[in-house]
């Protein structure tokens, strides 16, 4: 028995199959991930005033993402319509670009991540000076990167320290602060070339707290690996299904052309829903 309204739509809602249930999909996916913008939101107007984090995301990586992905929403859209007038080739050439922009994607990401994971804050019980925008300033929290006998550890702690019984350790502030203005960026940038980096050596007694920035350093970073991963995960998923609609799957072509153009479309769909999320991540999570 075949299946009705699997390539044809019904004539009272003029809808497929498959498109009523990306709809019902999509629609429990607006609700998962409007929970967790939700408890960003009422954690972030909660935090004591000056306690949340901010600026400790790299926002040109995260435009250069954002713009990957906007481009594969095109090609999605292009690649649909390549079918819709039959070009199979121009489809084909269109969705290639969707599944390399979403690999790309995926590979800034992992960069991005790899460096929260060596990349720490240090709380010190007493203020010292560093050199921040051309000026000498005195602060108890750095931001900047470890070395300990030679080497860079990674995903250090302050019980790191206990348990490894680390005396001291060397330390290397941030030369540009993510937090400095783009004026102030600049002229850190022209007075740091040339200039070898500012270092402290800091004894294990005179930290307070160490943390890399991981999802136990604060709220804020738990609630940013929990949202980017989780929609790292959607746009690895959608990738897969374009993948195989594009290679595999693309034997439907020649036996039911209207139900494979179908199926590229609910994927596109789900893809602008990828999109979408990241959309709002973007300003969220960089820039607010």
Not at 12 to 38: C, H, P, Q, R
Not at 137 to 164: C, M, N
Not at 225 to 254: D, E, N, Q, R, S
Request: charged fraction near 15%; aromatic fraction near 16%.
């Amino acid at each position: 028995m075949e299946i009705p309204y699997t390539a044809q739509p019904r004539k009272d809602t003029g809808l497929y199959n498959a498109k009523v249930g990306i709809w019902l999909f999509l629609a429990s996916e607006v609700m998962l991930f409007g929970g967790l913008f939700s408890a960003y939101i009422l954690l972030r107007v909660g935090a004591t005033p000056g306690t949340w984090v901010h600026g400790l995301l790299n926002i040109p990586i995260g435009t250069f993402n954002t713009a990957v992905l906007i481009t594969s929403s095109v090609t999605v859209v292009l690649s649909w319509a390549a079918l819709k007038v039959g070009n199979f080739g121009r489809y084909r050439f269109y969705q290639a670009i969707t599944i390399l922009c979403a690999l790309g994607f995926l590979g800034i990401k992992s960069f991005e991540y790899r460096e929260k994971f060596s990349h720490y804050e240090v709380w010190l019980n007493q203020p010292v000076t560093v050199t921040r925008g051309g000026q000498e300033v005195q602060t108890d929290r750095l931001l900047g990167h470890i070395e300990y006998q030679g080497h860079h550890p990674a995903f250090w702690s302050t019980k790191t320290l206990a348990e490894k019984q680390v005396e001291s350790f060397k330390f290397t502030p941030d030369p540009i602060h993510y937090k400095m203005t783009p004026k102030e960026m600049a002229h850190a940038r022209k007075t740091a070339a040339g200039r070898k980096a500012e270092e402290f050596e800091f004894k294990a007694a005179d930290v307070k707290r160490l943390s890399a920035f991981v999802p136990g350093h604060s709220t804020y970073f738990a609630l940013y690996f929990t949202l980017t991963a989780l929609h790292a995960l959607h746009v690895l998923g959608g990738a897969v299904v374009i993948f195989y609609i594009w290679g595999p799957g693309a034997k439907m072509w020649k036996t039911d052309p209207e139900r494979y153009t179908n199926r590229v479309e609910v994927s596109g769909l789900f893809w602008h829903f990828v999109d979408l999320v990241w959309i709002f991540l973007f300003p969220v999570l960089y820039l607010l």
